[in-house]
């Protein structure tokens, strides 16, 4: 066990490594940079526009800057802000908690497909069974930030027309900052559409799985002992049906965060994913590339953690 965790930690740091070649170099390689919002102003010199790229290194070579920007991550230095001028760290903090409230509640509503799609394989054929099926696939094919679009045009449209608000309008009130139902009020709706994809994809892959540990020899054994659907489910089917679900779960949290970039600038939630639209949209390098390396780290420590997990669930996984 101790050689598979060292083992999949050096491929972690690895695909780190390469992650951070490849994102600052693109970014880097894209016009912009600190110098972008002075040069409208016309007692700017092309001296002055040399000078601001000296002072944040941008005329060293590429490879020079990745090297030095390296450095500095290593000491958990992301460098600064060329908007704010705030640490890269302090905005990425700034932002983070809106956001890990946003994925957790995604997340957690999104595990509720592991039941539903227990419930439907113990009533495989019936009604709810296919009505299910029927409703994933349909689902699977419903983009859901298009959802969100056609739920906040019909949501706005009623809101104008009647003065009913169902669900919250897009846009956040900074003077509502210290009230917290305000901003659980605000993640309604995204929760639930970050939700979808974990509904569709955890029950389907459930019910397969347990399908499947239903025909086994070993759930017929436990029939003819005796004992009861309850014990059978917690104990034998459950554990059996978590090996998947597991790597699925991992496999998930990018596009978790993925998801949570494109409904907070649909619904105009102040998070990392907002705070990645504005670093692009104003060739803010620093805080680009910091956002980037920060989201990598979770993936890939979660898919680092999912490994463990699968490898204590099913040893053969060590060999």
Not at 58 to 67: A, F, I, K, R, T
Not at 69 to 82: E, F, I, K, M, Q
Not at 125 to 150: E, K, Q
Not at 266 to 287: A, C, Y
């Amino acid at each position: 066990m101790r050689r598979f965790i060292i083992r999949r930690a050096i491929q972690s740091v690895l695909l780190l490594l390469a992650i951070s070649f490849i994102g600052f170099m693109i970014v880097h390689l894209a016009p912009g940079g600190p110098e972008v919002k002075f040069m409208m102003d016309p007692r700017m010199t092309p001296q002055d526009i040399y000078n601001i790229r000296e002072h944040y290194g941008l005329n060293d070579p590429l490879p020079v800057q990745y090297g030095k920007w390296l450095l500095n991550a290593s000491h958990l230095d992301l460098g600064v802000s060329y908007e704010s001028l705030y640490p890269v760290t302090d905005e990425i903090m700034r932002a983070l908690p809106n956001t890990l409230i946003l994925i957790t509640a995604g997340m957690v509503l999104g595990l509720l497909g592991i039941p539903i799609g227990i419930f439907i394989a113990l009533r495989r054929g019936r009604f709810t069974d296919n009505l299910v099926r029927v409703l994933t696939v349909a689902g699977s094919a419903i983009p859901s930030w298009w959802l969100g679009l056609l739920i906040l045009l019909g949501t706005s449209n009623l809101a104008i027309s009647t003065g009913i608000k169902i669900l919250p309008l897009p846009g956040y009130n900074a003077a509502e900052t210290n009230n917290p139902w305000y901003f659980v009020w605000q993640l309604v709706l995204p929760s639930i559409l970050i939700a979808l994809a974990g509904w569709l994809t955890y029950s389907r892959i459930t019910r397969t799985q347990v399908l499947d540990i239903l025909s086994q020899d070993y759930i017929r054994t436990a029939h003819s002992k005796g004992l009861n659907q309850q014990d059978i489910n917690q104990h034998h089917i459950l554990k059996n049906a978590l090996i998947p679900i597991i790597t699925t779960f991992g496999a998930q949290l990018p596009l978790l965060i993925g998801g949570s970039i494109i409904f907070e600038e649909i619904f105009s939630l102040p998070g990392i994913g907002k705070l990645t639209i504005d670093s692009l949209t104003r060739s803010d390098f620093p805080v680009a590339i910091g956002v980037l390396m920060f989201v990598s780290l979770v993936s890939v420590g979660a898919l680092f953690i999912c490994d463990i997990l699968y490898a204590l669930v099913d040893p053969r996984v060590r060999y």
